[in-house]
């Protein structure tokens, strides 16, 4: 195996051996695409799911869990989109050999299908460590000895700069279970692929479409807030359209992870970047006012500020660990929305009753 | 919030240790204690586990050393009143008995209430067609039979659960008429066997080779739910989890199976209705996700115990909580101190869990794996890859072995069957095929079901392994083994070094794998092996610190490193390629202030070494802490409380190995290590950290290999004028004969350097000497053979002490009720003495003086002396604590171990002004035995320990305390007018017994006598039944027609008690006694296998009444 080392922005190298894609001649051209927002992920499972999130989008994903690739790769069908998103994988050992039964290919094998760079031998608990305490920065992934790389990396554009959104909504209306009887708008900011799952389990039609798509003038019973990754502030277009919906119609809502951000923002709240994110299968959450609490899974770098939301709105979860927000709802019409995943895919699944609940208000 | 109404709670422990339930439940109890009381909650606790940490000053307000059975626990009841009960950490014991005292409405009568999971849910989980139904309410699958009484059904069943199936004809033995079909017709032709058998077959789905999955699932009573963490078997179904290797976190399921299993978990701990933890086990398909579940433990376990130890999240703490009426949310997270208690654990380790077996310690048992649990102990190893935990627990286990590669060949005659029917050497069979071409990772997987991914790492292990290997020969330049280290450095590439650590390569196995130990053994002839394998080892380790390969520490800390914790629950890791390349990504930022005191733990529970060494570490942090030094412990026990990280400043959950111990020496720079309260492994490091210049506290490591070494030590007794038993080390056969002849028979056979007598024998004859030398002599080639005169009849003393400087400052004399042959580990002990001459004491001070001062002891020791009149012989000297210290410390209510450390850290302390002359109670500490779990093997006692745990019991007199002791080991008081079955051995043990004989039918038993000994009885006027012993039932003398068959009786449930003593020591085979021995175990009848325990015994409960013995707790006991 090739090394190959990760620099970050703040001079920090880490060392280890390449198992994804392999540029091939000068390593600078290939730099452009081995840069990104490095972030880490505590999951213990769930990696074929995490790198087609297109939540991931221009990011260089850190896996703490250290063995990674261990059940290899399953179908598509089984992938949460049609391709990796995130722009490289990091981890401490890859396992080479893979065992699973529904296992079609090995992670590298994959990886590099899909010119995607990964580094094994990394010690991705001193790299979560300097994440935690100087916050998720730019990082970029250099192949090769130390006589051929760079120890320098200044990045050209900010991840936060960017509108990931844009680059990983569909560009037209796509349909599914067309035909069933409630008819659900999906805006699609980047969605997942378990969330149509889940609400065509639940018997909707999801008309699944662009960001910035106007919507409001469509027949629809139900407008559902996809994830997506990204600061939600790059997404003017997409609220404008959410407010006109909201003022002219009180149809039931749903939103999830950026969509929690999205519903906030067009209430009138703010929302602000978190130092390193969650990113995590473990993470608690309650219903506000109740002694219920859920396990949730979650992959977010932004969150709403709970103290700006207007009176009519209250907070519907909250995060036991930091307090952040993990939900809003309003308090007379049928829109609320999870800042975690509902949906799982990975991660807990026990808050999928979100998605009954949403279907109940359709059907009141 | 928690309940106010509840201001006094009993707990009820486990008693003593045995196989499937060990040193877990001290961790579970003493956890569960610390939550009440933080609550402020009176605590009570039942438990005769006298060497265990929570039942010591401060874990319980109140702790009874009686029996946990409900007679008893019901007077305890009775008297203190509890308000609420907790039976969830005192593993099967504490809860059968809570059931029983449900079910008989005690608990009712007394208004005591059940803390946690309803007893309801307990029995909903326990009764196996209660727990079918109860999760076919919530469409759960379960593993379940169809009953059938024709081929036709049998297809049909056949065709509902699916195929494979498991055909089982029901009502007949050993499995007669059973076995697996994968079709149709398979099935036709079995099902036609099996209703030759039998009337009835049971038809199962066949799960043979099914992965075998567990998770702990904690719920409260506002029914929050999380699953702390999951577990995977590395060996498939059918081999029971307890004598399994286990990974945590699961590594071969997906984010699906993973999460599906999960929320199966949730959903059925929330319709059983727990509140508190349970554990869930899985059996899952690995060929889809398909699975079923094998059962629920509604209580903490020893799943539990490793769940909390892999994670960091204190189970039992948190369940004893929830019983109080808590919230998990209104929990914190007991590492972070900050977030909630209410989440699930993130690893960004794998943890390794692997049995330790004793088999070898027991005359014909079966070594094969199964159903059943007979492993004695574990340990759990913690590693950034699978490969680095497997090989640091391979070493753990403490079996000589060095991990998964370089280890002494093994002889397996046949592999392929060694593989398909796994013994306890599972996992080294698989390392010896995987050297073999014939064997493949596709050929050992059928025949071992073991993942591919777990046999791909394993493969991994060898690569490396014949990488190292292939660097070319290192030779020394001048001769030397110096010089041998830059041969290394040029021979062998760093980064090749730096791999073999990251995947876990002692520095042991590199040297040999690289050829420098025959280098070092061709250099350096003329030193033990033992000292070449540490020279060699140490050519590596210089070699490694030179190139900057050193380990780094990281935390447990339940996050994955997400939130900052101060946690220091810390283990070593090689990590990643820079980690060992820069020794960068230290968790810890060390002080260098001098003031780290390390003690070193006592490794896995073994025959001979278990939670009495726990003790003793966990007293020595105890006052290493309160004296304000930085208390430091290495240990890797997951069944102990001394790696609780609570108890002590830094714990190191890793290897007690020389280079382990140093690396994290190196790094804490302490003021001193403690070697003596660890049990054999830290005592036998002393002398190789002493090399180091380790600073050691306490008796110098110079003394401790002067007691160690047997000639040594018998040089020191001779100069000082002490006795001791004959011996000799010898090396040929001649020398053997020629010592024999000199002494006599009966002689003592063993090799040096044994804890616990491994390989120890008393030989009457010389056939029985020559026979067990062949055995011996493959366990100890490199080592001479040590015979000792074997003393008969002669009683057996125990001096318990601490000395300052070779000054005794306490001690305690304890005698045995067994004469001298059976191991002190096994003998009953009873303390103060009782029936030992004053001279004989005196004289036992006076020589345990001058050894004191001879081998200028400054800490705990130990002597075991033999006494016959006033003839006083010492056996045996250990400068460290022993096995009866807790028992000892307890009774005479003087913490020696606290004494010992103030002395070890050189501190002022007052010599105590107790003594055990005072004491107006005797304190009688019995042992617990497993024969019940090994199969076929002979449940006599001998000069080799058999026993798996202890319990001690305080009493107004010998009789009070022996009874209660007995009776908490498992002895039962025959009913008035029952059966005793007596066969008593030789002449004096027959003479021995006769008193109990005669007490026996004179309080109306009835006695049934195998010929011998009835014969000695009608002679002595006492009347009997003659038996027919095995052998005689088909004999044709005649007066043995008349008689009944002892076997038949004991089937027929006509006896209540056996004894059953042999005539010598020696015997091994399968003999007359071996099974009515045999046979008594199997069906659960107490036995007796010693006549002097036997009289005392059965002295004892003729002569107090149950209903009479006093309900005292020790503080009681002034």
């Known amino acids: ?364 | 919030m928690r309940d106010e109404t509840i201001h006094k709670v009993l707990l009820l422990g486990s008693g003593a240790l045995k196989i499937g339930e060990a040193g877990e439940f001290d961790y579970s109890g003493s956890q569960a204690l610390k939550a009440l009381r933080e609550e402020g909650i009176k605590t009570v606790l039942i438990n005769p586990n006298i060497a265990t940490v929570q039942t010591s000053e401060g874990v319980a307000d109140e702790i009874y050393y009686l029996p946990v059975q409900p007679y008893f626990v019901e007077r305890v009841i009775e008297k203190e009143r509890p308000e609420g009960i907790l039976l969830a950490f005192g593993g099967q014991t504490a809860l059968n008995c809570g059931v029983e005292l449900y079910r008989s409405g005690v608990l009712e009568r007394y208004g005591v209430r059940v803390l946690g999971t309803p007893v309801q849910s307990i029995i909903d989980t326990e009764d196996r067609e209660l727990f079918v139904e109860k999760l076919n309410e919530i469409d759960v699958k379960t593993i379940r039979s169809e009953a059938c009484s024709s081929v036709e059904e049998a297809r049909q069943a056949a065709q509902k659960v699916g195929y494979p199936v498991i055909l089982r004809a029901a009502y007949a033995l050993g499995g007669l008429g059973s076995g697996f079909c994968d079709n149709e017709q398979e099935l036709n032709e079995l099902a036609e066997k099996a209703f030759a058998f039998s009337p009835q077959v049971l038809v199962e789905k066949s799960l043979k080779g099914w992965k075998e999955i567990e998770y702990e699932v904690v719920r409260d009573k506002y029914d929050n739910c999380i699953t702390v963490c999951n577990m995977e078997n590395l060996d498939p179904l059918g081999i029971h989890t307890g004598e399994s290797i286990v990974v945590a976190p699961s590594q071969t399921l997906s984010n699906a199976e993973f999460h599906k299993l999960r929320a199966l978990a949730i959903k059925i701990i929330r319709h059983i209705g727990i509140v508190g933890e349970c554990n869930v086990q899985y059996a899952l398909d690995p060929q889809s996700e398909d699975y079923r579940v094998i059962e629920v433990n509604a209580r903490l376990s020893r799943s539990s115990a490793l769940a909390s130890k892999a994670t960091g999240y204190p189970l039992a703490f948190v369940a004893a909580k929830l019983g109080l009426g808590y919230g998990l949310f209104e929990l914190k997270n007991a590492v972070t101190k900050e977030t909630s208690a209410f989440f699930e654990p993130a690893l960004d380790y794998v943890v390794c869990k692997i049995p330790r077996w004793d088999l070898s310690k027991f005359h014909g048992v079966d070594r094969e794996l199964g159903s059943s649990m007979k492993s004695v102990g574990e340990v759990m190893a913690i590693g950034r890859t699978f490969e680095e935990a497997l090989q640091k627990g391979l070493r753990m286990i403490g079996q000589g072995m060095h991990g998964f590669v370089e280890n002494k060949e093994l002889t397996i005659p046949d592999i392929a069957a060694a593989l398909h029917e796994p013994t306890d050497k599972r996992i080294f069979v698989v390392s010896k095929a995987m050297h073999l071409p014939e064997y493949d990772i596709d050929r050992i997987y059928e025949l071992t079901k073991i993942d591919r991914w777990f046999l791909e790492k394993l493969k991994h292990i060898i690569d490396i392994d014949d990488r190292l290997k292939s660097v070319t020969s290192i030779k020394s330049s001048d001769g030397t083994t110096a010089s041998l280290m830059e041969a290394a450095l040029r021979a062998i590439p760093a980064d090749l070094i730096r791999e073999a650590k990251m995947y876990g390569f002692s520095d042991f196995q590199i040297a040999r794998a690289i050829g420098l130990e025959n280098e070092v053994n061709r250099l350096e002839d003329g030193h033990s092996r033992g000292e070449k394998m540490h020279r060699a080892m140490l050519v590596v380790r210089e070699l490694r610190k030179r190139l900057g390969i050193l380990p780094v520490v990281k935390q447990i800390d339940t996050m994955a490193a997400e939130y900052p914790t101060q946690t220091n629950y810390l283990y070593l890791t090689y990590s990643s390629l820079d980690g060992a390349k820069n020794n960068v990504g230290h968790d810890v930022a060390y002080e260098n202030d001098s003031r780290s005191v390390i003690v070193l733990g006592s490794g896995a529970y073994r025959i001979g070494s278990s939670v009495e060494f726990d003790w003793c570490g966990v007293q020595a942090l105890n006052t290493i802490r309160r004296e304000g030094y930085r208390s430091v412990m290495i240990n890797y026990n997951p069944e102990t409380v001394s790696t609780d990280y609570d108890l002590c400043d830094r714990l190191y959950f890793d290897e007690l190995t020389f280079e382990r111990v140093m690396d994290i020496i190196d790094l804490e720079i302490p003021y001193g290590v403690i070697v003596s309260t660890g049990g054999q492994i830290p005592n036998n490091l002393a002398v190789y950290l002493d090399e180091e210049h380790v600073p050691i506290l306490g008796t110098q490591a110079s003394d401790i290999d002067c007691a160690e070494d047997r000639a040594k030590f018998s040089a020191m007794l001779n100069e000082i004028g002490v006795n001791q038993p004959e011996w000799s080390a010898l090396t040929s056969m001649e020398d053997i004969d020629s010592f024999v002849e000199r002494v006599g028979f009966p002689v003592l056979v063993r090799p040096s350097y044994v804890l616990s007598g491994a390989a120890m024998n008393v030989c009457s004859n010389k056939e029985e000497l020559e026979r067990f030398l062949k055995l011996a002599a493959n366990v100890s080639k490199n080592h001479p053979v040590v015979v000792s005169k074997f003393i008969e009849h002669a009683k057996e003393i125990e001096m318990d002490a601490v000395a300052r400087n070779g000054e005794i400052l306490a001690y305690a004399i304890s005698e045995h009720i067994e004469y001298a042959g059976v191991h002190s580990g096994d003998a009953t002990i009873q303390f103060p003495p009782q029936k030992l001459y004053v001279e004989t004491v005196r004289r036992i001070k006076r020589i345990s003086k001058q050894i004191a001062k001879a081998l200028h002891i400054n800490g705990p020791f130990n002597i075991q002396y033999m006494a016959r009149q006033n003839d006083i012989l010492v056996i045996e000297c250990n400068l460290r604590a022993s096995r009866s210290f807790p028992f000892v410390s307890k009774v005479l209510k003087l913490n020696l171990i606290d004494l010992a450390t103030h002395v070890m850290l050189d501190l002022p302390v007052e010599r105590p002004s107790k003594n055990l002359f005072d004491l107006d109670y005797v304190g009688i500490k019995a042992s617990q035995f497993s024969f019940n779990r090994l199969q076929n093997a002979d449940p006599v006692l001998g000069v080799d320990m058999a026993s798996t745990g202890e319990v001690g019991c305080i009493g107004d007199s010998t009789d009070i305390a022996l009874l209660t002791a007995m009776l908490s080991v498992g002895h039962r008081i025959p009913k008035k007018g029952g059966s005793i079955l007596l066969s008593t051995g030789g002449a004096k043990q027959k003479a021995a017994m006769l008193d109990a004989a005669r007490q026996l039918a004179t309080h109306g038993y009835h006695l049934y006598a195998t010929h011998g000994t009835s014969d000695y009885l009608t002679a002595n006027g006492i009347e009997n039944t003659t038996v027919l012993w095995p052998s005689e039932e088909n004999s044709s003398k005649e007066y043995v027609t008349e008689a009944p068959s002892a076997l038949e009786l004991l089937h027929d449930h006509k006896i209540d008690m056996v004894v059953n003593i042999p005539k010598d020591l020696t015997s091994h085979e399968l003999t007359n006694g071996y099974k009515i021995r045999r046979v008594s175990i199997d069906l659960n009848i107490p036995l007796i296998t010693n006549a002097r325990l036997a009289s005392a015994f059965i002295n004892a409960f003729i002569e107090v009444p149950l209903d009479t013995i006093p309900i005292k707790s020790w503080r009681e006991y002034q």
């Not at chain 1, 998103?85 to 090995?106: N, Q």
């Not at chain 1, 995590?280 to 977010?300: D, M, W, Y």
Request: proline fraction near 4%; charge should be negative.
């Open chain 1, 1 to 364: 195996m090739k090394k190959a080392k990760l620099i970050l922005e703040d001079g920090t190298i880490f060392e280890g051996w390449s198992f994804g894609y392999e540029q091939e001649g000068d390593h600078c051209a290939t730099s452009a695409d081995t840069s990104g927002e490095v972030v880490f992920c505590t999951a213990m499972t769930g990696y074929p799911e995490s790198l087609t999130d297109p939540s991931y989008a221009g990011q260089l994903l850190v896996m703490t869990y250290p063995l990674v690739g261990n059940y290899g790769v399953p179908p598509q069908e089984k992938w949460e989109s049609d391709r990796i998103y995130a722009r490289s994988l990091i981890v401490s050992d890859y396992s080479a050999a893979y065992s699973h039964w529904d296992g079609r290919e090995s992670l590298s094998e994959w990886l590099i299908r899909e010119k995607i760079p990964a580094i094994t031998g990394v010690d991705t608990r001193r790299l979560t460590k300097v994440l935690r305490e100087r916050g998720v920065m730019m990082g970029k992934i250099e192949i090769g000895d130390a006589s051929t790389t760079t120890n320098l990396y200044k990045p050209a554009t900010e991840y936060s700069s960017i509108n990931w959104v844009e680059r990983v909504s569909c560009r037209s209306v796509v349909r599914y279970n067309e035909g069933a009887d409630i008819k659900v708008v999906l805006v699609d900011c980047g969605v997942k692929a378990n969330i149509i799952r889940c609400l065509v389990n639940r018997g909707c039609e999801v008309i699944r479409v662009p960001w910035n798509y106007d919507y409001t003038e469509m027949d629809f019973d139900a407008l559902f807030l996809g994830n997506g990754p990204g600061d939600p502030n790059l997404c003017g277009e997409a609220i404008d359209i959410l407010k006109k919906q909201m003022q002219r119609s009180d149809k039931p809502i749903f939103g999830i992870c950026l969509g929690n951000q999205l519903l906030a923002k067009a209430a009138g709240a703010t929302v602000y970047k978190l130092k390193y994110g969650h990113r995590s299968h473990n993470q608690p959450v309650r219903l506000v006012g109740e002694n219920k609490c859920f396990i949730t899974a979650q992959n977010h770098g932004y969150a709403v500020d709970a103290q700006t939301l207007p009176a009519d709105w209250k907070e519907l979860f909250v995060n036991m660990n930091d307090g952040s927000n993990e939900g809003i709802q309003h308090s007379s019409k049928p829109w609320f929305s999870a800042q975690f995943h509902p949906e799982a895919c990975s991660g807990p699944v026990d808050t999928e009753f979100l998605f009954d609940r949403f279907v109940a208000s359709i059907k009141k």
